[in-house]
């Protein structure tokens, strides 16, 4: 199983830039996904996460900024990323086969508690972005 990111960068604030995350080796379908990110000196966080049944939940500071969306017929997860902020700035990975897929119940673990065998079952390696004032 492997899932690669990409589309990490440098922007301005304000800008925006699109990850994604091509998933291979095993189907995919069924299976929560999400994008979590760590921050530098914090530990990983939920950012958003979306269903099998399509349904999205976000952490409230990306809400109205950020959209995750697949393609099925690619095996391609994307994270929209408009109106950066600087505290956006991290290293984003890509997440399959999330045992809770709704961001409450992420958060409820408590950041850093998503690296925790049986949260997560695979993760990317990760995309930087960092985003300047």
């Known amino acids: 199983v492997q899932l690669v990111e990409s589309g990490g960068g440098s922007v301005q604030t304000g800008g925006s830039l699109r990850l994604s995350c091509v998933v291979s080796?095993?189907?995919?379908?069924?299976?929560?996904m999400g994008w979590f990110r760590q921050a530098p000196g914090l530990e990983r966080e939920g950012v958003a996460l979306?269903?099998?049944?399509?349904?999205?939940s976000y952490v409230d500071s990306v809400k109205g900024r950020f959209t995750i969306s697949l393609d099925n017929a690619k095996n391609i997860l994307y994270l929209q990323m408009d109106s950066l902020k600087p505290e956006d700035t991290g290293i984003y990975y890509c997440?399959?086969?999330?045992?809770?897929?709704?961001?409450?119940?992420?958060?409820?673990?408590?950041?850093?508690?998503?690296?925790?065998?049986?949260?997560?079952?695979?993760w990317g390696q990760g995309t930087q972005v960092n985003v300047s004032s």
């Open positions: 997440a399959s086969s999330i045992s809770r897929c709704r961001m409450s119940a992420i958060q409820a673990l408590g950041r850093g508690a998503v690296t925790r065998p049986g949260i997560v079952g695979y």
């Open positions: 080796g095993y189907t995919w379908s069924g299976y929560c």
């Open positions: 979306i269903d099998t049944d399509g349904t999205p």
